[in-house]
């Protein structure tokens, strides 16, 4: 069974910074994708970002580009999403996920991943 576990959510004021982690059991992380997703109040679970299993390519939501940047150490079993220049739309309960196919291209589809995070609050406010 694996497990991920987020952290490093908060509230921020709107302009700031916050870079999230995702810890996760198990000893075949360095084989999968992972991805980040969130969800706002009365909305439905969206893609943020995802990495390929060696971290060889990411891909963004456009509305992060630029801003946002997924990275993973596969030494921690961890992998991180670096939120800069943080908006008020920005606010979101964010979970970490990892793929459901071992060595896959990164996706945006949440059907694609089979394990998720409980979540971390982000609260941006303006």
């Known amino acids: 069974q694996v497990q991920l576990v987020e952290s490093g959510g908060g509230l921020v004021q709107a302009g700031g910074s916050l870079r999230l982690s995702c810890a996760a059991s198990?000893?075949?992380?360095?084989?999968?994708?992972m991805g980040w997703f969130r969800q706002a109040p009365g909305k439905e679970r969206d893609f943020v970002a995802a990495?390929?299993?060696?971290?060889?390519?990411?891909s963004y939501t456009d509305s992060v580009k630029g801003r946002f940047t997924i990275s993973r150490d596969n030494a921690k079993n961890t992998v991180y999403l670096q939120m800069n220049s943080l908006k008020p739309e920005d606010t979101a309960v964010y979970y970490c996920?990892?793929?459901?196919?071992?060595?896959?291209?990164?996706?945006?589809?949440?059907?694609?991943?089979?394990?998720w995070g409980q979540g971390t609050q982000v609260t941006v406010s303006s």
């Open positions: 990495i390929t299993w060696n971290g060889g390519r990411q």
């Open positions: 996920a990892r793929a459901r196919t071992y060595y896959s291209p990164s996706s945006y589809l949440p059907d694609d991943y089979s394990y």
């Open positions: 198990g000893r075949t992380f360095s084989s999968y994708g």
